[in-house]
């Protein structure tokens, strides 16, 4: 895998946004902005693209968090390398967003128990729990407070898709597509 991140908004295979190069958090927000700014010129739905900005948003700040390869700046800066595409699907009206990034393979369990954990959850049931997260401090840590998968299942169209494929050593590739 590049050490440079990767962005590209594909419609139907045709690529209309591109971005390469390592990403922090001040080059998140650019990112983020660009593109909401790129879907807004292309007269997408405002709950859309507010969903599109808050899942890229949402993602690369777990990949910063939790990359194995983030480099920590500073105490409130962070930078690291991944992978990400924004498609569009029009015959369905879905984007799809993947990413991909380094994880140590102890992280494998945790994330699979967090996405199995959501996977029945109806959007309630999922707005009871964010309260219940955000009001506790279950699940805290230093990192934020244990909300990102629980947002990305409310806020997908479809149950978020993961995979893992093994790297080197202990090292995993983290593969991951939510469906707005």
Do not use: W
Request: hydrophobic fraction near 35%; charged fraction near 25%; include cysteine.
């Amino acid at each position: 895998m590049s050490p440079n991140l990767k962005i590209f908004i594909q419609i139907d295979n045709n690529t209309i946004y591109e971005f390469q190069g390592r990403i922090n958090e001040r080059i998140m927000i650019e990112c983020a902005n660009h593109i909401e700014k790129l879907l807004i010129e292309n007269k997408v739905k405002k709950e859309k693209v507010q969903n599109i900005f808050e899942l890229f948003i949402e993602t690369v700040q777990n990949i910063l968090n939790y990359s194995y390869n983030t480099v920590h700046l500073s105490d409130a800066h962070k930078e690291t390398s991944c992978y990400f595409t924004l498609s569009y699907i029009t015959n369905q009206e879905t984007y799809i967003l993947d990413s991909c990034n380094l994880i140590k393979n102890n992280q494998k369990r945790v994330i699979e128990k967090k996405i199995n954990f959501l996977k029945d959850f109806n959007n309630d049931n999922l707005r009871k729990l964010i309260r219940q997260k955000g009001r506790s401090k279950e699940d805290s840590h230093s990192n934020g407070a244990g909300l990102g998968y629980i947002m990305m299942t409310k806020k997908s169209s479809s149950p978020i898709e993961i995979s893992f494929i093994p790297y080197h050593k202990d090292i995993l590739i983290y593969k991951q597509r939510l469906y707005i």
